[in-house]
DNA sequence: TCTAGTCCCATTGACGCCCATAGTGCCCCA
DNA sequence: TGGGGCACTATGGGCGTCAATGGGACTAGA
């Protein structure tokens, strides 16, 4: 399977290290890569990362933008200026950078999430929040749609 | 990786030097560049530094942006009058020179940012606050056209 | 002579690379 | 079916290398 599923809390280190959970790991590895991809998320406290091809992906994004409008610039400075990579050491871990922890919040220990193409970085807490947040969310809009059509999946 | 990507904030010495980040420093030395060049921003407090080609990557966008053939040639005075070379000394420093600290407001510290092709340099302060400006403006963006940016939106 | 710009060297702190260990799940075999 | 052992992951730590920074000495031009 090579989508990023699922959600694992790993410790950082005295060092300030932190594994990648080895099922990501191997995901990024199989593309034959050694450094990550990270991006501050825009609405969330977390860090949105994945290989090299998910910058890729944002460039091709932003080809598609007027290169003179404020935008392209905009877009160029957020997705270069403000993103970085990550190198993976011999052991799978990443060092946990101020770049890091100053926009998640990260201190101890971190939440990996996996996003179907890429994966997130938390702090547990806030993960947590996000969590039932979403989960609050959808249940709200569920319930506002039962209201027409009765879908009882429960 | 041959980009340009990510921040980082470098002291500048008693003596004005100021060593430009060994990252980015081993892209130019790839390049086989031995000398920067460095321009003004047009619409922001930064320089915009790199090798040779960025030089023909402005004068590109300058024909293209403004149709008027005598503004462009002003433009091209201004940047090209002022734009000077910066050298590498053989630690990877160089001099800030009064010219840098003009337009760009730098006094102690230096923040070097990507631009992909290129890099920029910053006040450390005036880089946070475009920072900050710039994730406002994409996300009242994506806000208002659904413009998905980052992938995460969970 | 003084100043500004180089070249070179020293220090220190961070990071990469390597190995060790403990915990855990899985498989195989009795 | 239960036990032992293998494989792998997460974590901890040692150590050498390199980057960032500070400073001295030499040179050339004013």
Redesign the pocket.
């Known amino acids: 399977m090579n989508r990023f599923l699922g959600h ?1 809390t ?7 290290r ?6 990501f ?2 995901i990024i590895q199989k593309a034959g890569h050694i450094e990550l991809y990270a991006l501050r998320s825009l609405h969330l406290p977390a860090l949105d990362v994945g290989g090299p091809e998910l910058l890729m992906r944002f460039d091709q994004r932003l080809e598609q933008e007027d290169p003179f409008a404020e935008t392209a610039d905009d877009m160029s400075f957020y997705l270069h200026a403000d993103g970085g990579f990550l ?1 993976l ?5 990443i ?1 946990v ?1 101020d770049f890091i922890r100053e926009h998640t919040g990260i201190s101890a220990d971190v939440t990996f999430a996996g996003a179907n193409t890429h994966f997130q970085m938390w702090h547990p807490d806030r993960f947590e929040a996000h969590r039932t947040r979403v989960r609050e969310r959808l249940a709200e809009k569920r319930r506002q749609e039962n209201l027409r059509i009765p879908v009882g999946t429960s």
Not at 18 to 23: D, K, M, T, W
Not at 89 to 93: L, N, Q, S, T, V
């Open positions: 694992v790993n410790r950082i280190d005295a060092k300030g932190v594994s990648v959970p080895a099922q790991r191997s190198k050491d011999g052991d799978g871990r060092t950078t």
